[in-house]
């Protein structure tokens, strides 16, 4: 209703994620540098957890729609209390696979299969687990194990799972999760955002939608608005759309702080959802204030240059070794019909892979040390700011 009174083209706080109005708030951002770091790993899992609301599929949802798919193929469950043998299921109707029967054994055979293909295709894969809270302890012992699979040296399968903090604290505490913990190499808990950042988030979500300036928020309205979602952002979204649809109602081009106080009065009442009590604040609006100017990004060019060339670098001897994988696989076949004639030729291709196996082992750790540069950087900027 409000979008057409206020002109807007779609939904700005909209409650489900969507990759189109991804604000990459300081947490966000860090967020996202540990995905990156992660997944040029090729192998293990990410971990990120945050409280409900806090955007953590909103940010895989802008993960999947910047992933290019002919180089990585990624599917994405959320689940329920599922055993171990379910999950396997589960994953496989995730990967498009069709398992004859239903048996474990017939549908780990399956997902082997479809692994070793996207490999020998050149694809990696990635697999996105959300709520992952709800995993029993067997379905996240059968996800370790899926992590196994490998082609040659290199794993088929990397994982990234989404959980609230509960799963943070399981992943850390339980003793019966050693195992899964030695192989997470990167993990991030989402915070909310900072009170500095409400205002240029609305802002953000409603100019994705078209906003020139109808309605105004007083300044006032952030500071409170933060106070009353803890800079959650499922729960800013929730404010501001009774926010727009009061405007709207109401005919109102300026939305200011009685407005506001008389929304959580009403979110308060219906039991929407819980608000952090707001102390009383005087009526007279503060001048605005103007917003902080942004920080200088000292990020080394060289350095995102460096990155971009080892990734390539590394692509292209991926393809050369999954090149290889396949001759060598040829002649193997080739070896049953004609020993003699294959001997010189199998041996020769198996020198060109552990030769190219060790390139890769040293380009990785290469990309790693760049990879870590730049995560400290962000760190150390991160840090700047919150010191300012």
């Known amino acids: 209703m409000f979008n057409d009174f206020y002109g807007l083209s779609g939904r700005p706080f909209q409650l489900t994620p969507d990759p189109t109005f991804y604000f990459e708030s300081l947490t966000h951002r860090k967020a996202l540098s540990y995905l990156s770091y992660g997944l040029a790993q090729g192998e293990g899992f990410v971990v990120?957890?945050?409280?409900?609301?806090?955007?953590?599929?909103?940010?895989?949802?802008?993960?999947?729609?910047?992933i290019d798919p002919a180089?990585?193929?990624?599917?994405?469950?959320?689940?329920?209390?599922?055993?171990?043998?379910?999950?396997?299921?589960?994953?496989?109707?995730?990967?498009?696979?069709?398992?004859?029967?239903?048996?474990?054994?017939?549908?780990?055979?399956?997902?082997?299969?479809?692994?070793?293909?996207?490999?020998?295709?050149?694809?990696?894969?990635?697999?996105?687990?959300?709520?992952?809270?709800?995993?029993?302890?067997?379905?996240?012992?059968?996800?370790?194990?899926?992590?196994?699979?490998?082609?040659?040296?290199?794993?088929?399968?990397?994982?990234?799972?989404?959980?609230?903090?509960?799963?943070?604290?399981?992943?850390?505490?339980?003793?019966?999760?050693?195992?899964?913990?030695?192989?997470?190499?990167?993990?991030?808990?989402?915070?909310?955002?900072?009170?500095?950042?409400?205002?240029t988030y609305i802002e953000h979500r409603l100019k994705c939608v078209g906003w020139v300036g109808n309605p105004q928020f007083d300044q006032g309205v952030y500071t409170e608005l933060y106070e009353a979602s803890g800079g959650v952002p499922r729960r800013?979204?929730?404010?501001?759309?009774?926010?727009?649809?009061?405007?709207?109602?109401?005919?109102?081009?300026?939305?200011?702080?009685?407005?506001?106080?008389q929304v959580l009065d009403e979110?308060?009442?219906?039991?929407?959802?819980?608000?952090?009590?707001?102390?009383?604040?005087?009526?007279?609006?503060?001048?605005?204030?103007?917003?902080?100017?942004?920080?200088p990004v000292a990020m080394d060019a060289a350095a995102?240059?460096?990155?971009?060339?080892?990734?390539?670098?590394?692509?292209?001897?991926?393809?050369?070794?999954?090149?290889a994988v396949m001759e060598l696989a040829n002649e193997r076949d080739a070896d049953l019909v004609h020993p003699a004639l294959n001997e010189e030729r199998l041996a020769a291709l198996e020198a060109r892979y552990a030769g190219l196996e060790v390139k890769m082992v040293e380009q990785e750790q290469t990309i790693r040390d760049t990879l870590t540069m730049l995560i400290e950087w962000i760190e150390a900027d991160d840090t700047s700011r919150a010191a300012a």
């Open 304 to 323: 995102i240059a460096q990155l971009q060339s080892l990734l390539a670098e590394r692509d292209a001897q991926i393809a050369e070794l999954q090149q």
């Open 71 to 199: 180089r990585l193929t990624a599917a994405q469950i959320v689940t329920s209390k599922l055993d171990g043998e379910e999950l396997v299921h589960v994953v496989a109707q995730a990967l498009g696979l069709i398992v004859d029967g239903h048996d474990k054994a017939s549908a780990l055979g399956a997902i082997e299969a479809f692994l070793h293909d996207e490999a020998r295709a050149g694809r990696r894969c990635l697999l996105v687990v959300d709520e992952s809270q709800n995993l029993e302890l067997e379905a996240l012992e059968e996800l370790r194990m899926l992590s196994n699979f490998q082609l040659g040296a290199h794993p088929l399968l990397q994982m990234l799972l989404l959980g609230q903090p509960e799963f943070r604290d399981t992943i850390q505490d339980h003793p019966q999760l050693e195992q899964l913990r030695q192989r997470v190499i990167a993990a991030h808990h989402l915070e909310a955002m900072e009170p500095g950042e409400v205002q």
């Open 267 to 295: 979110l308060e009442l219906d039991g929407t959802m819980q608000l952090k009590k707001i102390a009383p604040q005087p009526v007279i609006e503060a001048a605005p204030q103007p917003a902080p100017a942004a920080q």
């Open 236 to 261: 800013i979204n929730q404010i501001c759309n009774r926010l727009m649809l009061l405007g709207a109602v109401e005919q109102r081009g300026r939305i200011d702080r009685a407005m506001l106080g």
């Open 48 to 66: 990120i957890t945050g409280e409900v609301g806090a955007g953590k599929s909103t940010l895989v949802a802008h993960l999947m729609a910047t």
